[in-house]
């Protein structure tokens, strides 16, 4: 109640100086109880995904991904604070005896039309990272082919009864369907800095997959909910959703690709359920700082932004890479958003205006 006056208050400090709003409030840090494991054995410090086998309520059951792991990890959110818990196997790639990253980025969670509830954890699908240059296209052309081989999954995890989860085969891909789609199969193997194909966002509704790529961006683009007169530059970022059935069980995965209107090489960094719609966490598709916003998708031509996230701290290198709605009520959506290059991804929960 003290946190809810003081932004009150301040809010109306700030109108009265004649300072616009801020997009947010009602922030509140939750700390993570035990060790999310990282690379190395140490803690983790590069969380990118997170979704829980329920939407409302707490003790809220969720599995986190950090993107240098093999493994997702258990964690029980908790009104205000976080448990860690027990690490899932997911992939078992491996180079020259060497253990390959998934590149997890985006964490799922369904429950299909018999019952069954599955958690989902899609790779990057996307070139290795890597920063210094130090993969040479030629000469670790085979390690660059393994690493984009292993990063080319989504793991299907069912939760059997309340507790166990199991790897349920077979791991599937989106390489044949991101091949299929015209704009993005020229990106395929490219690195990063080369609009290489990279996905961030994973959702799963309504019986489909959708994969948000955080690059390429795309010049607006005719006939698409992204064609604007007066835009420049590459303000598209694209969604490709399938089939999810075809996707594990054979079929047509008929790929259709969206195309959101997120800014100027903007990208998609995740996506979560909301209501009818999605939630978009949009970033730099580049590795710059830069400004990290929340939209609402309703799947359709609608698009609305509801908030611009506050940057971080001086100094501070964390980037918003996942994010989680908790609750909705009379001051707003209160979402959970986790950080890249933060330990324990520095869960942070805010209040951002809820989509109309």
């Known amino acids: 109640m003290f946190h809810r006056r003081l932004a009150a208050a301040l809010c109306l400090a700030l109108l009265a100086a004649g300072v616009q709003e801020p997009a947010f409030s009602d922030e509140a840090h939750w700390p993570i109880d035990g060790k999310l494991l990282g690379k190395k054995g140490k803690t983790s410090e590069d969380i990118s995904g997170i979704a829980c086998s329920a939407s409302t309520g707490f003790p809220r059951d969720c599995l986190v991904i ?75 052309h085979d390690l660059i082919a393994a690493k984009i081989k292993a990063s080319s999954q989504i793991i299907r995890l069912e939760l059997m009864g309340d507790r166990e989860l199991r790897v349920k085969l077979p791991v599937a891909s989106l390489r044949g369907a991101i091949e299929a789609v015209k704009p993005l199969a020229p990106h395929v193997g490219q690195r990063l800095e080369r609009d290489g194909i990279t996905i961030e966002g994973l959702a799963v509704v309504g019986g489909r997959l959708y994969a948000g790529f955080r690059a390429p961006t795309f010049s607006p683009i005719k006939d698409t909910a992204c064609e604007l007169s007066s835009a420049i530059g590459r303000p598209c970022a694209l969604v490709l959703s399938v089939s999810l059935q ?103 929960a805010i209040t951002i205006p809820s989509p109309k």
């Not at 005896?97 to 958690?119: N, P």
């Not at 008929?254 to 999605?278: S, T």
């Open 246 to 348: 075809a996707l594990f069980e054979g079929g047509p995965l008929d790929p259709k690709p969206a195309y959101l209107h997120l800014g100027d090489k903007q990208g998609i960094r995740d996506l979560a359920p909301f209501k009818d719609g999605l939630l978009v966490l949009s970033g730099p598709a580049a590795d710059i700082d830069g400004t990290h916003e929340i939209f609402w998708w309703n799947r359709g031509a609608e698009l609305v932004k509801l908030a611009t996230l506050q940057p971080p701290p001086a100094g501070a290198e964390k980037k918003a890479e996942a994010i989680l709605p908790l609750d909705e009520g009379p001051s707003g959506l209160r979402i959970l958003v986790m950080y890249d290059l933060a330990e324990k991804g520095a869960p942070l």
């Open 66 to 140: 950090d993107d240098n792991m093999q493994s997702a990890q258990r964690i029980t959110l908790f009104e205000g604070r976080g448990k860690a818990g027990a690490v899932v196997p997911l992939i078992s790639n491996r180079f020259a005896s060497k253990a390959l990253e998934l590149d997890g980025e985006g964490v799922a969670f369904a429950e299909d039309e018999t019952g069954h509830k599955y958690f989902y954890v899609l790779g990057s699908h996307g070139h290795p990272r890597d920063r210094k240059h130090k993969l040479d296209p030629a000469k670790d």
